[in-house]
């Protein structure tokens, strides 16, 4: 059951395809506090747990912790964070009482979940209104309560994104691919390592002085026939857009944005200016309709070159600087004085630099023009509807692709996202470094992302920050090789890490061979679960209701309908212990080839060498794993239920299979 409520002027987000009534009735749990500034309060039970809030830190009980809705650029995500790149403000208490809880919103919004009073759940917004929607479990569901009221929301918002089937393959990509035969190479050593690859990135080396719609003619002298090319080896190109769009005479996009009237506006009327990749920068707004047609249909330019697949990035908007920050800047320098720098001032100066990056006075220098529900059009300061950018120029892109194409799905993944965004493409969860302790925060956060619709999700496996070694590739590998997004990404100056770079590649292809060994199962659950409104990844506890052991392991993860998995996320672990909820088999797989053993409920040593994975299949069910010719694998990405070998103790469901293009989906 879905309730309405609605607190000061709510803004329109676009989050909710199906709308529930507005309730006439008092708020049944907890305190509302305030109703403008917004502010509800509720005294959490000793045993209740907090879940959601989709890409945030910490565990996926969110107990203990205060995070802030707010799209961040956000590379080094490590404890102290309140924000980083997504907006997702969905939870679920579970305990003594359980319910969900959308607060849909485009402005900042506080959850203090136990963290300044540990029995104390407060959530606090005060700049636009904010629409509540409470959500509690449908009596006579066979689901659990979680899966219930998780469902219910996600028919509420749409349904989720679906990829080409050719996107569930492993995608290569760094920052630094800066002409036609870095990939071509690329392609080249995967291919004569027989390590199957579907797709490379290309990252802003490829556009003419980082201009958003253009190629590089002389690093890239003929892109079409690149990526007809690269489609005959089973390779299609993804290249990168930014939001920021170049302030330069003579560029079509800055001159009809202007001529149009389409970018952001200051008070004063003129457009606003902010410095990024390019230099000094306009700025879509993607709250106007009319803007976001004009923005997707310029990725027509590449399509027309044969690319079916892009990533939109720097999208919360991320700023460098703005001109009146560096005027500010600038002045503060001067009247500084230098001749005896004590402790407080000399860390006053060296950090001014800093402060110009994604400042909130530069957030307040412009403006969105926002339609509301009621048709209504306003100008909001974009610092109250900030939450919202970089979703909606995904929603550009998405929708637009589908005009162009209506028969034909497009790769999309974002890097900034709202609740809404969901329907239109995926997300990958921004810049992660090569650190264990964020390949332990990409296990934990899965769940909170699937709960929020975002089934197209991954990480920069690897890590995209600073450098990473053999071992924490591979580890960070076999967790990738069960999420939907799978991409092996890194920055320009860090150690190159494309699987060939490392000693022993037989364990990495090892590992590339099982994914795409998965991909028939992968994909046919993928799109059950979008179309049902299901989780890909869930905590155990959403399976196995009654074991509270279950409610305190975060580093396993129920997968799909039959799978459960347990990454190695420690370095130099030769094993790991794994608790499994019911009777099990589980799935040894190396060199290429699948063993299996029986395994009894409850705790268990598992070894865990490198290159090597386990997974588990519960009782009285199974998957297919598609045999892949270890001469052929880059013609792997079929559907074709041929050639699989069945493993697990019960009946495989019916496999879904399309042409893993066609828009149309039929699916039980």
């Given at each position: ?388 950018y970089g979703a909606l120029m995904t929603r550009a892109a998405g929708e637009e692709l589908e005009n162009l194409f209506p028969d034909e799905r497009k790769l ?124 890909l990844f869930r905590p155990l506890s959403f399976d196995f209701e009654g074991d509270r052991m279950l409610l305190e392991i975060e ?114």
């Amino acid at each position: 059951m879905i309730e309405k409520y609605c607190f000061g002027q709510p803004v329109w987000t676009g989050a909710v395809v199906e709308d529930a009534e507005l309730s006439k009735g008092r708020f049944p749990f907890g305190t509302i506090k305030s109703e403008w500034p917004f502010e509800w309060n509720y005294t959490l039970d000793s045993q209740d747990i907090v879940y959601g809030l989709g890409e945030s830190m910490g565990g996926i009980n969110k107990r203990g912790r205060k995070l802030v809705s707010w799209c961040s650029d956000e590379s080094h995500q490590d404890e102290t964070k309140e924000s980083i790149y997504g907006a997702h403000n969905f939870l679920i208490v579970f305990g003594k009482e359980t319910f969900g809880l959308f607060f849909d919103t485009p402005s900042r919004i506080e959850f203090d979940i136990g963290f300044t009073l540990a029995n104390q759940l407060t959530v606090k917004t005060s700049d636009t209104g904010v629409k509540l929607y409470l959500i509690t479990p449908e009596k006579n569901s066979s689901d659990s309560i979680q899966v219930n009221i998780v469902s219910q929301f996600r028919k509420m918002i749409g349904q989720s994104y679906i990829p080409p089937m050719w996107a569930l393959g492993f995608q290569q990509s760094r920052w630094g691919y800066n002409c036609e035969e870095d990939i071509r190479n690329v392609v080249k050593i995967y291919k004569e390592n027989k390590i199957p690859v579907s797709a490379v990135c290309m990252d802003i080396d490829y556009m003419t002085e980082y201009e958003d719609f253009t190629v590089d003619g002389k690093k890239f002298p003929n892109l079409e026939k690149l990526s007809s090319d690269m489609k005959k080896e089973g390779v299609h190109l993804v290249p990168i857009i930014d939001a920021g769009v170049k302030v330069k005479e003579g560029y079509s996009v800055y001159e009809e944005g202007c001529a149009k009237d389409y970018f952001c506006k200051k008070a004063d009327g003129k457009n606003y200016v902010a410095g990024v990749w390019p230099g000094r920068s306009h700025f879509p707004d993607f709250f106007k309709k009319e803007v976001r047609q004009w923005f997707g249909q310029k990725y027509k330019s590449l399509t027309d070159a044969g690319i079916d697949g892009f990533w939109n990035d720097m999208n919360e908007p991320a700023m460098f600087y703005s001109e009146e920050g560096l005027e500010k800047i600038h002045q503060q320098l001067k009247d500084t004085d230098v001749s005896n720098l004590d402790i407080n001032s000399f860390f006053k100066f060296a950090y001014l630099g800093p402060t110009l990056q994604n400042s909130m006075e530069d957030y307040q220098r412009f403006y969105n023009v926002v339609t509301n529900d009621d048709g209504s059009t306003k100008a909001y300061r974009h610092d109250k509807v900030h939450n919202c950018y970089g979703a909606l120029m995904t929603r550009a892109a998405g929708e637009e692709l589908e005009n162009l194409f209506p028969d034909e799905r497009k790769l999309l993944y974002s890097r900034a996202s709202y609740i809404g965004a969901h329907r239109y493409g995926g997300i990958w969860t921004g810049d992660c470094c090569s650190w264990w302790s964020h390949l332990e925060q990409q296990i934990k956060m899965l769940p909170g992302l699937n709960m929020c619709g975002f089934l197209y999700s991954g990480s920069d496996t690897g890590g995209f920050g600073d450098n990473t070694s053999r071992e924490l590739l591979l580890r960070w590998t076999e967790l990738s090789i069960f999420t939907p997004l799978f991409r092996n990404h890194s920055a320009l100056g860090t150690r190159e890490q494309e699987y060939y770079r490392f000693e022993n590649i037989s364990d990495f292809k090892n590992l590339l061979d099982l994914r795409y060994a998965l991909i028939p199962y992968l994909y046919s659950e993928f799109v059950k679960a979008a179309v049902n409104n299901k989780m890909l990844f869930r905590p155990l506890s959403f399976d196995f209701e009654g074991d509270r052991m279950l409610l305190e392991i975060e580093d396993q993860l129920m997968v799909c309908s039959d799978l459960m998995i347990a990454p190695v996320y420690k370095q130099n672990a030769s094993g790991r212990y794994v608790y499994l909820p019911e009777d099990m088999t589980q799935v040894i797989w190396k060199n290429s080839k699948a063993e299996t053993l029986s395994m009894s409920k409850g705790l268990h040593y598992i070894q865990a060498p490198q290159g090597q994975v386990s997974f588990f299949i519960r009782k009285n069910h199974a998957i297919p794993l598609k045999t892949i010719s270890p001469d052929d694998t880059f013609s792997a990405l079929n559907l074709k239920g041929e050639n699989l070998q069945i493993l697990g103790d019960g009946k495989c469901s019916p496999l879904y299979q399309d042409d893993g293009l066609t828009r149309k989906i039929i699916c039980s």
